[in-house]
């Protein structure tokens, strides 16, 4: 019988090495950079960002990285500032209702804005309740003056006192309230403005504007010397302007202004006059800034009707180089009729508008139907997108007057020796 031989075992085949799992550590910043900038929000890409220190760097090494995630997603509004009123001491903070959003929340949770860091004597918590006997217009209180790239300038008349202070940052600034000249008469508006320094995020500028009929007075203050610098007073003509604008280093005020705007170049500190546009009846003029920082001026209807628009002009050059208003757009007011619950038809309807703020190419203001048989308690916020003309509901305030607080893009991701004091759930 012949012996059967057996076939050799086939050959096991090599496996193929066995690539190292990816790590964060392995993810280039432009993978990084692409993933980030696909996050929803301005906080969501902080709570991102602290994550580890290669997210961290990712996003601060990048100024094109910046500019990219700015284009596509504005900065959000976090919430309202509201003015004190005769029985509280300082400002009132009520935070937009929107849908969950747990990044926002965690900017709620981690600021200070019920701004308990400024300070409160017992004299002022005395004086809190007027006294009918006593006539006195210093309330004993702080007023908000300023809101502008995260931060709030407050001032305290009873007490003499300025401050500047950034609810997501914790940190605040006191300041003597600016000194009168023997030549300032009584009756003279303020205000105030800030300019934050593009190197450090602690320092700052803060500008003070005393108008009259005939002219006006800048004073300015540097948080590197807590002193006031006076210049002198400058002839100007004006109807008493007031609620000035800061674009791109200059201050406009249009209210109190007929036909012109005064302006104040902060750079030079000199006063100059500049036109506005052609305006329709019964309208109102507000300065702000376009997505690239430049100057624009909305035409704001009193009340909205069916063939009042709201117009937006912007100061561009033409086409001979010459700078000129020139009309954007004109935008109907229908929609905003219908958002309010109130139909512009109707011979009784009045749709009242407030445009609150022009920033970042984005108009803010509030609208309620003032009409008695459908009156509403709360006014609608509304944002109106320069560039795409869209109008979206941000919620309900409690008044037209208001100082909506809008998340920047915070400083610690772009300087590196700065920590951002937010609280990361």
Not at 64 to 83: K, Q
Not at 292 to 312: F, H, N, S, T
Not at 375 to 401: D, I, Q, Y
Request: aromatic letters at 10%; charged letters at 20%; a neutral charge.
């Amino acid at each position: 019988m012949a012996s059967q031989q057996q076939s050799p075992a086939p050959k096991k085949k090599k496996k193929a090495p066995s690539l190292p799992p990816t790590t964060i550590s392995g993810l280039d910043q432009d993978i990084l950079h692409e993933i980030f900038v696909r996050l929803p929000s301005l906080p969501s890409l902080v709570r991102a960002a602290f994550t580890c220190r290669t997210f961290l760097d990712a996003v601060r090494s990048s100024p094109a990285f910046r500019r990219r995630f700015r284009a596509l997603h504005w900065y959000p509004v976090v919430g309202h500032f509201i003015d004190n009123e005769q029985d509280t001491l300082i400002p009132n903070f009520v935070p937009l209702r929107r849908r969950s959003d747990p990044d926002l929340g965690a900017v709620l949770r981690g600021a200070d804005f019920f701004l308990t860091r400024l300070p409160v004597s017992q004299q002022d918590e005395k004086d809190a309740v007027p006294d009918p006997r006593e006539d006195d217009d210093a309330f004993p209180g702080w007023s908000i003056h300023d809101c502008r790239d995260g931060f709030l300038v407050l001032g305290n008349w009873s007490a003499e006192q300025m401050a500047v202070y950034n609810p997501l940052t914790r940190t605040m600034d006191l300041f003597p309230l600016p000194p009168r000249e023997d030549s300032d008469h009584d009756g003279l508006y303020v205000d105030f403005h800030i300019l934050p320094s593009e190197e450090d995020h602690r320092s700052f500028r803060l500008v003070c504007v005393r108008h009259g009929q005939t002219g006006a007075r800048a004073l300015v203050l540097s948080s590197d010397t807590s002193k006031w610098q006076n210049f002198p007073w400058a002839d100007i003509d004006g109807f008493w302007p007031q609620n000035g604008t800061m674009v791109n280093g200059c201050i406009y005020w249009t209210i109190g202004m007929p036909n012109d705007a005064r302006v104040l170049n902060t750079a030079t500190m000199q006063f100059s006059r500049i036109h506005l546009p052609p305006r329709r009846v019964n309208t109102t003029w507000k300065a702000g800034e376009t997505k690239d920082g430049r100057l624009c001026m909305a035409c704001v209807p009193l009340e909205v009707q069916a063939q009042r628009p709201l117009d937006v002009w912007f100061w561009r050059a033409d086409g001979d180089g010459v700078d000129r208003w020139m009309l954007d757009k004109s935008l109907p007011m229908q929609e905003l009729a219908e958002i309010v619950q109130c139909h512009i038809d109707d011979g009784n309807a009045r749709v009242q508008l407030n445009v609150v703020a022009i920033i970042d190419g984005f108009i803010y203001l509030s609208a309620h139907c003032g009409t008695w048989q459908h009156h509403h308690p709360t006014f609608w916020f509304l944002s109106l997108c320069l560039e795409t003309g869209v109008l979206n509901k941000l919620g309900r305030v409690l008044r037209a007057a208001s100082h909506p607080y809008i998340m920047p893009w915070p400083r610690s991701l772009v300087h590196n020796k700065v920590s951002l004091r937010l609280m990361v759930a």
